[in-house]
């Protein structure tokens, strides 16, 4: 555990907009450390099962009027697991996801050009369905903290000061088992609650006819089951 308290203090030194950009790294280098821990701790464990969990995220933010899921991020963490009855399973994440939005552009046509980065340390609350034998579903709600954000308008660098630092969403997916212990993940979150302070005008966007701006990605990415 010391390792954390490690990163944690090169953060602390690295903590100005100018390194801001690989600020991230630390984040992810400390879930590592935590996962490994859990990992290590739940070896013994024999009521619960652990997975390891690497995935690309496709996302956008609904509002932003940008469109497409363009943003390409990773996604990986931990899942640990428990069975409830012969069909049903609970399951919690430790996960690191990279979201936000980026603006395509003819590059034949000069224009502005846009990208929203927003990373979060996130534990999704899961209940999967595990009757079948090759696939399982499940779905569930995800409370992620945000660790990184930024805003790259033509070139120009900022951070979103009306960014909550809280983000609540659903989570809606199924696993497609290759083997025992390989399998294929496909999942879809969207927030259910606003990312964003977003003043109420007159004519403003609106997502199901609420004004905001609200994370919406794709994931696909691998499972490896540590077993129990």
């Not at 997975?51 to 940008?66: C, E, M, P, R, Y």
């Not at 696939?135 to 033509?154: A, C, K, Q």
């Not at 969403?169 to 390989?182: D, N, P, Q, R, S």
């Not at 919406?216 to 129990?228: A, D, I, P, S």
Request: proline share 4%; with cysteine.
């Amino acid at each position: 555990m010391y390792v954390i308290f490690v990163l944690q203090a090169a953060k602390e030194v690295l903590c100005c907009r100018h390194w801001r950009p690989i600020l991230f790294i630390f984040d992810g280098m400390r879930l590592v450390t935590i996962v490994f821990c859990l990992v290590s701790m739940l070896s013994n464990a024999q009521d619960f099962g652990a997975t390891l969990l690497a995935s690309a995220n496709f996302s956008q933010v609904d509002g932003d009027q940008l469109g497409g899921y363009n943003k390409l991020g990773a996604n990986f963490g931990i899942q640990i697991n428990r069975e409830i009855n012969d069909d049903w399973e609970a399951a919690f994440e430790i996960r690191f996801s990279m979201k936000g939005a980026k603006k395509v552009i003819d590059p034949e046509i000069p224009q502005p050009t846009l990208k929203l980065s927003y990373h979060y340390v996130e534990v999704p609350l899961l209940a999967k369905y595990t009757k079948y034998n090759k696939v399982t579903p499940y779905g569930g709600l995800s409370i992620g903290v945000n660790v990184f954000n930024e805003r790259n308008d033509n070139g120009i660098t900022s951070e979103e000061e009306a960014l909550q630092p809280v983000e609540v969403g659903f989570v809606i997916g199924a696993t497609y088992h290759l083997t025992e212990k390989i399998g294929i993940d496909l999942r879809h979150s969207y927030s259910v609650v606003s990312i964003r302070d977003y003043p109420i005008r007159v004519n403003s966007p609106t997502v199901f006819g609420r004004a905001g701006w609200y994370n919406r990605l794709f994931t696909v990415g691998l499972t490896l089951n540590l077993g129990k």
